[in-house]
């Protein structure tokens, strides 16, 4: 891509507050390059063009960035369903400072992510294999992230199942969401009183290129049920809140 080509990139993080060093743009400039040369062996993303990648996947992913000022060097952050990275690397990137943990299903993509991560010499990544709904409930990985960032993976209903199980209280979901983000936090209500979640704020992102877009920030107020996550697929098929036969509702009680 060339660094003299990183002119969407640069002054879309300076829009944000960033401003990026020689290093972190050699970086990004890397990322591109890998990722482009992985999805023409797998489909990794059907985002390819230089340009798209700079919004689309580099500064979509920074714009979490700035709900993430308040929280300490060396805070855990988990990536739930990070598929080729986003939003974790691009905010390991600007953040170098938080410890991140990538979580993905899909073999490949974690094979990706290892070459990534060799690739780019990022240090305090783990890549973890496996479905957010059985990976919450090890221990090791239960309420233990202040902050858990998700994004393009679930409608927001299925994905709260998804990552508010991983969250500490006291900490933060964060997930970039564009389209009727009104809608989808209005059908999300049943699942943040369940899950133990409360909507902090729907923030605007304010760039070109990325209009329509929002961060939705959860905030942790109170213990996860043990019996959330559901097992893997029940989330998808049966949202919290959902109507089902009878009227009831996905959580066991009558819907009105």
């Known amino acids: 891509m ?38 023409v062996r797998m489909n990794l993303t059907a985002i390819t063009d230089p340009e798209e990648v700079q919004v689309k996947h580099f500064l979509d992913s920074i714009a979490i960035a700035t709900v993430l000022n308040g929280v300490p060097p060396e805070s855990r952050v988990i990536d739930v369903g ?22 993905e299903s899909i073999a490949k993509k974690v094979t990706f992510l290892h070459h990534l991560l060799a690739h780019l010499g990022l240090d305090g990544v783990e890549v973890v294999m496996g479905r957010a709904e059985d990976v919450a409930r090890d221990l090791a990985f239960r309420e233990q992230f202040p902050v858990v960032v998700s994004r393009a993976v679930a409608p927001l209903p299925v994905l709260l199942e998804l990552t508010v199980p991983f969250c500490r209280l006291g900490g933060m979901i964060v997930a970039p969401k564009s389209g009727d983000v009104i809608k989808e936090i209005d059908l999300a209500r049943p699942a943040l009183e369940v899950l133990g979640g409360q909507l902090k704020e729907a923030r605007k992102v304010e760039l070109a290129g990325l209009e329509g877009h929002v961060l939705v920030v959860v905030s942790k107020v109170a213990s996860t049920p043990p019996q959330y996550p559901r097992r893997a697929g029940m989330p998808s ?20």
Do not use: C, H, N
Not at 82 to 102: E, S, Y
């Open 2 to 39: 060339g660094l003299m080509v990183l002119k969407l990139l640069t002054e879309g993080s300076s829009q944000l507050g960033y401003t990026l060093s020689p290093q972190q743009l050699r970086l990004f400039e890397l990322y591109a390059q890998v990722l482009s040369y992985w999805s």
């Open 237 to 256: 098929k049966r949202p919290i809140g959902e109507r089902g036969p009878g009227g009831r509702s996905s959580t066991g009680v009558a819907s009105v």
């Open 82 to 103: 990070t598929g080729a990275g986003f939003p974790g690397v691009p905010l390991k990137v600007i953040r170098p400072d938080l410890r991140l943990v990538l979580l």
